[in-house]
């Protein structure tokens, strides 16, 4: 506004100018008017400026705004970056195969090299688990040892005798006749102060079956030397005991067996049948019957004396004497066996004398 004002009032005073030279003397009017025809171009140097300043400050400020749209664009390109990172991740999977290739374990096998410094069985056998007593078996083994040798034991362990053997080799053995029902024998490989043993077992096939069936005989028993005998017989128990008696092959013998550390006695009978007076017993009890009413009287308990120290061996009678048959069965050692009602058995250890275990 200023500027136009300004062009404004110069353009009066030309006009003015121009009006008051045209009021003097022509002669003067002819000199002056060149001067006033280069004035009006004032008026156009006035548009020039005005117009290009105003524009150019308002352009810029839109190309501004499209910068913003970029931004957002940019987001959606990096997240198909995460999904090729994930496809890589299964690449490393194939890394567990090579865990495979530090287990040639044949590094673990020098391990084993120390072992031939300790004593080893390879094998250790028998041509036969099973055989006869006086049966022959032959056993064979292999070993690395510096010495050998071969135990037979018997059924509880114990060692019966031994054999010094060679590392390798075969062994004829006789199987004893009174070694129970199986013999042991345990090989011994030997290096150093250590030892390798092996055992195996063979079992006594007998020729003569026991009367009261093979799977009781005990632990230890032998063969039996012939079948069971069957003869006449008697039984009763008694307070603190019982009283066997049986008449077969050529036996004629009565037992009393006591309680207390399982101890027994055997006399033979010579009980002719007749009745002996013997002293009433207490309420509920009953005397001695048969050949047992005679042992009392005439012969010694387990406990030793007669009589008076039945009666404090094994005390009264608690029933009535039983008169069924009994049988009776030795074994190789020495050993015996008598039945008794019920189906009990009981052994004995050998001789008039001794111990007696109830088997069955």
């Given at each position: 506004m200023k500027l136009r004002t300004k062009f404004w009032n110069l353009g009066l005073i030309l006009f003015i100018l121009v009006f008051a030279t045209a009021c003097q003397p022509e002669a003067q009017e002819v000199g002056e008017l060149p001067t006033l025809a280069v004035l009006p171009t004032l008026t156009p140097s006035d548009t020039p400026t005005i117009t290009p300043s105003a524009t150019p400050t308002h352009t810029p400020t839109f190309t501004l705004t499209p910068t913003a749209t970029d931004t957002p664009t940019r987001t959606p390109t990096f997240t198909p970056t995460v999904t090729a990172t994930s496809s890589i991740t299964p690449t490393f999977t194939i890394t567990p195969t090579f865990t495979h290739t530090p287990t040639p374990t044949a590094t673990d096998t020098p391990t084993l090299t120390p072992t031939s410094s300790l004593p080893q069985i390879i094998f250790f056998g028998a041509s036969s688990?099973?055989?006869?007593?006086?049966?022959?078996?032959?056993?064979?083994?292999?070993?690395?040892?510096?010495?050998?040798?071969?135990?037979?034991?018997?059924?509880?362990?114990?060692?019966?005798?031994?054999?010094?053997?060679?590392?390798?080799?075969?062994?004829?053995?006789?199987?004893?006749?009174?070694?129970?029902?199986?013999?042991?024998?345990?090989?011994?490989?030997i290096r150093g102060a250590q030892e390798a043993t092996q055992s195996l077992s063979i079992s006594i096939t007998c020729a003569i079956p026991w009367f009261f069936g093979n799977e009781f005989a005990p632990q230890g028993a032998g063969c039996p030397t012939a079948l069971g005998a069957i003869g006449p017989g008697a039984y009763q128990p008694f307070e603190r005991g019982l009283m066997l008696y049986v008449n077969a092959n050529g036996l004629n013998r009565i037992y009393g067996l006591t309680n207390q550390d399982n101890r027994y006695i055997a006399h033979t009978s010579g009980w002719d049948g007749s009745d002996i007076t013997f002293d009433a017993p207490p309420a509920g009890l009953r005397r001695p019957q048969l050949m047992f009413r005679w042992a009392f009287v005439n012969t010694s308990s387990p406990l030793s004396g007669a009589n008076i120290q039945w009666l404090n061996a094994i005390g009264w009678g608690t029933d009535q004497a039983n008169q069924n048959n009994r049988t009776i069965q030795f074994e190789q050692s020495g050993a015996y066996y008598i039945d008794a009602p019920g189906g009990a058995v009981y052994r004995f250890s050998g001789g008039d004398s001794g111990t007696w275990t109830k088997i069955k």
């Open positions: 688990l099973q055989a006869a007593p006086n049966g022959v078996v032959v056993l064979r083994w292999q070993t690395i040892s510096d010495q050998t040798r071969i135990d037979q034991l018997n059924q509880q362990g114990a060692v019966i005798q031994s054999f010094s053997v060679v590392p390798t080799g075969e062994l004829p053995v006789t199987i004893p006749a009174s070694g129970g029902s199986v013999i042991i024998y345990r090989l011994v490989a």
